[in-house]
């Protein structure tokens, strides 16, 4: 049988399917300049995949292989053209760009500011390094790969997908298997406490530290899946960012941390508001707190101009919420426009990097969505095509096109 090459170009993805072993190499010419990040499976099948193409190719004559593969990349290939049909066509285009921007907003942010986490903010505050080269720099050294804090936020998004809405007791069971599997990647202190307790058989309202000093970023850095399932019900995020906060740290800086991200991811996914009133809504929110006064300090310092550098270090870049939460609306507020710039500016702030880059990634991401940051990024970042199927299945739930 002579060589078949079929090729499928659909805008951005092409797909190639060959059989003998003259098509595999051609195959193997077409697909070369694409490998820049694949994955290969090895043996008489390979698939090599990167999130914006996929090709498939064989040297075997086992069609019936060749078919399971190529069909198991087609369907993975359905939702990501409809993510850009969506963006382009559909109605609700636009907001479904702006729920992938929210999450791989913040996973991209994470992986920026993961290769400096902890480093002093002196440290991070490189005068040789213009913005472009810093993130590069930074986007080289991590190769896309983020932390804890999307692990999280990944697995709070699986629970409200799996079962078709947010239940506590689901979220704490993916909490739970993501402890078990023991790629925690950075976990905070209060997280793995409270994640020990659930393993030896506390229920999700008795696991979280209660402890004054559990005010970690735990809580606001996983929580945007909450703000973008209850986007057309704001009143939502109170039930379900507490009970989600709850099962890890059942602080009150903690959930009103919580509280004021999931409102502001709602407030800029809808995209309907002023930007200079995002912090004075948030404050109308959220409930008396550190978080409530160290917001309307931020909101402030916006007002007077402050640099960003100057005004991070008023505000705090630690592991305390309420510094972190502050930082990162400085950070996205002072540079709405620019996704790199916010996140530049998360990062210079030192200390907890990754955290204050992932939700100044996912409050940039919501305003700007996902074409708003560099396509680089968006095709190399780790799970790039499960955050975005994430994103849109929750999009689904959110505007009741699913159950
Ligand atoms: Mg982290």
């Not at 629970?159 to 239940?167: Q, Y």
């Not at 009970?243 to 407030?267: K, L, Q, Y």
């Not at 101009?305 to 592991?319: F, H, Y």
Request: glycine letters at 8%; charged letters at 25%.
């Amino acid at each position: 049988m002579p060589s078949i090459c079929k090729i499928i170009r659909q805008r951005n993805y092409t797909i190639l399917c060959s059989c003998p072993i003259y098509g595999a190499l051609f195959d193997l010419i077409m697909v070369a300049p694409f490998m820049r990040r694949s994955s290969i499976e090895l043996g008489w099948q390979r698939a090599i995949s990167c999130s914006r193409y996929r090709f498939a190719f064989s040297i075997s004559s086992d069609f019936k292989a060749i078919s399971r593969q190529l069909s198991a990349i087609s369907s993975d290939l359905s939702y990501q053209r409809s993510a850009v049909d969506g963006q382009l066509k559909l109605s609700g285009g636009v907001m479904k760009n702006r729920f992938i921007g929210c999450l791989l907003g913040l996973a991209i942010g994470d992986a920026l500011g993961s290769r400096v986490e902890g480093y002093p903010t002196e440290a991070v505050r490189r005068p040789d390094l213009g913005i472009a080269e810093f993130l590069d720099e930074l986007w080289h050294w991590s190769q896309g790969r983020w932390t804890d804090d999307t692990k999280m936020a990944l697995a709070l998004a699986e629970s409200i997908v799996e079962p078709g809405g947010f239940n506590p007791e689901y979220a704490a069971r993916k909490y739970l298997e993501w402890y078990e599997s023991g790629d925690w990647r950075g976990i905070g202190n209060i997280t793995q406490r409270s994640l020990s307790r659930l393993k030896e058989g506390a229920s999700w309202q008795e696991s979280g530290i209660k402890e004054d000093w559990a005010a970690g970023n735990g809580t606001a850095m996983r929580v945007a899946p909450i703000g973008l399932l209850n986007m057309n019900d704001p009143g939502r995020i109170e039930v379900d960012a507490r009970n989600d906060a709850i099962i890890t740290h059942n602080n009150h800086e903690a959930i009103n941390g919580s509280f004021a991200v999931a409102f502001a991811i709602v407030r800029l996914a809808k995209g309907d508001i002023d930007l200079h009133r995002l912090i004075p809504e948030t404050v109308d929110f959220i409930h008396p707190s550190e978080i409530l006064i160290r917001l309307e300090t931020a909101q402030k310092l916006l007002e007077e101009g402050v640099t960003a550098d100057d005004a991070l270090l008023d505000l705090g870049t630690g592991s305390y919420v309420v510094e972190t939460v502050a930082s990162s609306f400085y950070c996205f507020l002072s540079s709405p426009d620019s996704y790199e710039t916010a996140i530049y500016h998360a990062i210079r702030g030192g200390n907890d990097t990754d955290t204050t880059a992932a939700i100044t990634g996912a409050l940039s991401g919501a305003y700007l969505g996902f074409e708003g940051i560099p396509l680089k990024w968006r095709e190399e970042v780790e799970d790039a095509a499960r955050i975005e199927r994430l994103a849109l299945q929750i999009y689904d739930i959110a505007t009741g096109a699913k159950p």
